[in-house]
């Protein structure tokens, strides 16, 4: 996953754009995609996708001749979505254009002007502090033109046509973290998936923050009732521990199965509550659509002093950190596939298991192990109002082992699947 | 205020008599006052109307002809609703009448003997300490005959008859905070509300404790229906922090806005659940009324050492505290009145704020200004549940933030005014 | 109490057999009993009843003749349930059949083996480590035959058929708090019970764990539903504080009077959720009958280190702990028969209580007594839709003030019995 982020991170990518596209061929070598490409203008929701922009080369010189600011260098250098430029200016009216974050000199910023049309550049505060005053050359080689916003699916066929999404935005530039991260753990989750006969079909998006999943809202309107879990990924790979953030709805079953997942797992985490701030949950969980959709990072939305700053590169992720999300993925799909409700088919009493070699012969002894209180627990409160989540939940104890106690009792004949 | 409080200080109030009609008088000339009179006997719920108590002097004079005890001194000197007496008797006898507070021996208390006649004195402790044996005079030159019990009503007319009920107690002799404060506090309120044109009608209530209460729900059982919220000020001077007990039922309107200003300002503050003891509330908050009617108080009911005792005066109270419950009281009703709910009508994903001037252009910043945070949760929860305050509580803004946001969306077109 | 459990702890008891027979003799010197035998092989539920164990002796002698264990010394040496043996055979060979602590070297552990034919001796871990090698003469002097469980009955009649069931476990041999000390409670509250006049109908049960109260659910299956609240009483003579386990609904009746006993008595206490690991209240609770029976220890199943050790013995009953919870199990059992419904007769308003000398007469004191206190309280909740357990928890008042002052109350003709 990290070489994934590392061959990502040099392209410039931004809500449209050829960046885009060479992300989308690159993440199409590990999974197919099926590639979506919407024209400048189309209206999508309140919204109209935007003309495309490209990039070839920008950069700021000195009276001197010397480039002082260089998107060569940095693709973070240019604010995103900067109209062509070629002029000469004095410092005075440059600074207009510069932008720098004083309290963290020695880091480029991240900006970006999607719907006014302007121009700027982003630099290290210190670099601006060194400029002299003179006259400044400055040029933005882009285009902003008609064209197409592009992205993406990848779907992980499953028994029933029922749907778990994974949506990871594919629009920042040369930010590690957030998002090639997330884009790198989809990936890899959608590779371990494609292993198994999931019971849900498993719909992976790769597109533009906000515009990309407003994009796609549209489009899929009519099936969006087709999902029944979600998870926005993003900033899936620092050192920070793991923080979810539960959907509108806020206990739903992905709400759940995540909750538990983390509880159950020793790892420090967080869980907070659904704000319309953050990724493109926002958009799922808007209340027009109001799907069960969360969002799994590792350190927060705007929550780390590295965030949207050139110190969001390859060397800030984590290659145990990417492993520890996708881990965290994989268990909570297991809950998702998992998950159900079996009847006590004994309820008077609790069964003598001993006679079917489900406990343990020697009586008196204070230390019973785990299977046979699952066991216990899933008999105790199987009668037809709980699922195995629900009894795992009121055990604290782990799903795996409720759901292997349950099998085991089923196949001794005490317990049945029961769908009511 | 403070100079009201002041103002009023030196005046015998009792649960009737003039001492209340000279307070009414006084309040009278801040507010205009609809001043009733009750007669004595008038059954009123469970209770009777007392007789009507006056009372001129009382006095206590030792062997040597020295007044040791002297209603011209304080007024809390004489036990409330002491009956005439003339009399000379040792200290031995006298003693049986006297009532002193061991553990404040500087201080005066305060006691009433209203439904047993009988009289007596208050005096500081080490007064008592003093008293030499021998024949003591004893005078208390009062009248305790048929007459009325008085109280007032003010009304600040609103666009609609639902009304907000403001009661304080006026039978309390010369104590400040218990209960000139609230005086003051609700007189300056409806002066307050009265430059404006608000949308409930604003009842201020003048009236003894209990009794007084009592009378009023007696003589407006009928039209009681009309309260929509309501509040008891007391205790509304001194220099602790507000303390707000919730109605009876502990999730009404009042409840949740006091609780929700009280949260928001920053101050310090508790909320505690509604118990049948403390001020007024007990009558309005009877099962058989069931009022929503909560208590605003600073400092509680009997929970500081000055309560009841002559240290109760006016340096106890603070000006600025008196403006603080007052701002607090103000805010309070800024919530009842601006209160509403607001309908989403963009609620597919959301709407492009940045096109109708709502949202700074400059993308990829991490500091978002209250103001956007606040149209966000607006847009998100506004699907018909919620009102503005639920919206308040739930994204944990202040409710004017989140008015003015709902304002500012109306304005754009984006959210209307949703009435069920 | 005491002197019942250091009588009782001679004899090896176990789920069958002479030894439980002599205990049942021993406790109807103090209650009458009704005696239960039921055959072996009787179907009970999912569960069928074993044979009948009985035991002379048991020792193991080593090399040199000595009996390095003998049962005569304590009946926590065989393992229970162990099948006759007559043997020599080397230490090594022996090993497999010896139980020790090594943890609690000194400590001899308790272990059974009812339902897997075995045998085997517990020792100290300590003994064992001086065992030398060579060959052992091992004896079992023992009987697994066809036979009966035995189980006994005691009722205390109520008005009422409804049924307060109290159960506890007779199986266990030498082992005084677990469950010597439940079977003294039980049998001094019954004793006690049978002093008055009771509303329910109490039924102690005396039965072996687990197939015990499996067969009395058996045979009782029809007329259960005539349990209206349980207890399971075990280990209540340790120095612990008391523990209180939920019934599996978890707010019944009984859970909510222990709680409230246990909460307002000042007692160091704990209450947990139910859980399917413990005694017999994994029957009564299992889904099919789901029935209000919680379970009252101090320490708790398992929870200390003498638990099913030699440790266990009469000097680790304290008498004031057996008082402690037969008070406890006394204060329930008012709670039990003394809640009801009152109706305030005079909702409006408060009624005037000192014309009905039920309040002082002298006003303005700040300490009011908790009588005064409670009737207010059960004037102000008493519309109807609350029991007097409700008011006391919502007033944070002991049941016992509660309930008086809805005496005092009823008497003043102010309130009257309520049931809808």
Redesign the interface.
Known sequence: MHELVERLYPLCRSITGDGVRRTLEIIGELVPLDVHEVPTGTQV???NVPKEWNIRDAYVKDPTGAKVVDFAESNLHV??YSVPVSARMPLAELRGHL?TLPDQPGLI????????E?WGFCLRHETLESLRDGEYEVVVDSTLADGHLTYAEHVVPGRTSEEVLISCHTCHPSLANDNLAGIAVATQLARRLATTSPRYTYRFLFAPG?IG??TW??RN?DTVERIRHGLVLACAGDGGGLTYKRS?RGDTQIDRAVGHVLRTSGRPHRTVDF???GYDE??Y??????LPVGCLTRSTY?GYPE??TSGDNPAFVLPESLEDTLETCWEVTRVLEEDRRVL?L???????L??RGLYG??????D?KQAQ?AM??V?????GTRTLLDVAER?CLPFRAVAEAAQSLEDAGLVREWNP
């Open positions: 929701l309140d919204w604010v995103g932008h910023p991240y900006r970006t002007s999607y719907y006014a302007d906000t999943s407003i809202l549209a309107r509108r704000s319309p701030y926002r958009q969980c808007s209340p027009g659509f109001d705007a965030y949207h006590n004994s309820p008077y009493g609790e069964p003598q001993g006679r012969a020697l009586g008196g002894r204070s019973t209180l216990l627990w008999l105790n409160l199987s009668d055990a």
